[in-house]
């Protein structure tokens, strides 16, 4: 995109009025529907945590407890309820009837990924103006944590949207903090709901991106009184107004248990060492960056030296208040999981589109070029992993060639080439959209075609097609011993039981008609061993991977083997 396009390009994203603002909103959410919907309908629940908050949504469901949040008989006191609202609205205005199915609980990360693109837009507009808002929301679209997050039913795609709607109206107000304009109700209604959402969905770390922005600007520029065009008192009652009533019905529900566990054992466990054996040292987000806001660390890596010479300009230093505190805490907190960061990615993507939009100084000094060599590398040696998983997860899960991955991979090489080269001739914009293209091909490939027809990672997805083909009952209910992933509660149903060997051969002997038991290798003996002489029939085997833990697994289906009639019996007549 250079010469006469990329002018056009850049006269038509630059246009401030209705009608070019309603044009670029809907270019942004078509490409947001391209880039997240490959997968969000044929991919099994891929993490844990996107089992876990389906499962609870499903049980506030069929419940209609709207207050208590429980996977199973656990109550699950780590998030606040705003996330579950949304994904049990989904499931209940479009899912099945049985609420089975793992899509309509992503719809709310689906809509909220595409939202906080769109707010991504409105607050470069005001920080760098409308071309960079754009470029810095198509940035924002394809990077690689943002694709992911906007197909699992979780939290942090809403969480960016609320946090972005939050800084949208800071950034206007910091701004405008020299003039004589109060901003109107209206946008300080939206800062102060933007807030009260953000608790509702994950606490305080939403509020926590806003408030160590608004105090590094306060600290750079030594006074604060800026704040009060946010109209603090009345909003701070909003704030209340939105989050207090669930958080005092669930207080007096379980007496206070949910906030000892949630701020106790959650929160607080995050910040003191590594939960969930996840501590890991500071850096790790800086070296992962590479991966997270892939395909665009290459061209932010570039436009470091640009920032730095602007750090004073005013637009600059809000991205950088936005960026660097919570950054830093999170580098310090022990427990960290690579989508943390998320919240900084937009500012990010808006720093680089504006120095891309500077062609980047149009300069490649001695520091630049080793700049350039470093960044390049890693860029490369990325987009080489990423095509070679394409090509090689199919053999090393399944054993199979996949032929159409052999002839993607290079597609996607030679987009990476061809942006790399786009950079070295100072053409920031034609790389990002190399880029974008990019983006769009591994996620459409990947997402939509490689990862569904992979069978030997989704054993819970194995294992309830399975159970679907040999269910003696329509009510039977399936024990699992030695294999506890919480996408097998979700597939099979909320009365499918966990436990051992031992725990599996009671639940058969305790409903010898319907009941079934699905068996893990290591807990084979076990479970046989508690059945006695009692027999079984098993109905099915399959071998995966776990893919929590990369273990291997073989799982075999039993129901208890029926009895034979008595020899010589009566046949009537």
Known sequence: MTGTAGAALAAWAGRTDATGCRRRALALVVLCLVLFLPGLFRLPPFDRDEARFAQASRQMVESG???????????????PAGIYWLQAAAASLVGPADHSAIWPYRLPSLIGAVAAVLLTAWAGEALFGASVGLLGALMLAGCLVLGVEARMAKTDACLLASVLLAQGVLARVWLGRLGSDRPGWGLTCLFWAALGIGILIKGPIGPMVTVATAAALCLAERRAGWLKRLRPVSGLVSVLAIAAPWLVAIGLQTKGAFFAEAIGHDLLAKVASGQESKGLPPGFYLATFWITFWPFAF?????????????????????????LPTWLVFELVPTKLLHYTLPMFPAIALLTAAAAFDQFDRSLERPRRRLFVVGAWMAVLVSMTLAGGLVALPWLVDQRDDRLAVLVAPAILVLAGYAVVALWKRQGRAALALAVLGAGVVYGFGFGVVLPRLDGI?????AARVVAAHRPCPTSVVAAAGYGEPSLVFLLGTATRMGTGEAAAEHLLADPSCALALVEARQDEAFHRALGATGVLPLADFSGFNYSNGKGMTLVLYRLAPLAPPAGGATGG
């Open 65 to 79: 407890d709207l207050v208590d949040i429980r996977f199973q008989e656990e109550p699950r006191h780590k998030k």
């Open 458 to 462: 989704w054993l819970s997805r194995t």
């Open 299 to 323: 061209p932010a890596l570039l436009a470091v030296p640009w920032v730095w010479r602007r750090r004073a300009d005013p637009a600059v230093a809000f991205c950088l208040a936005w960026l």
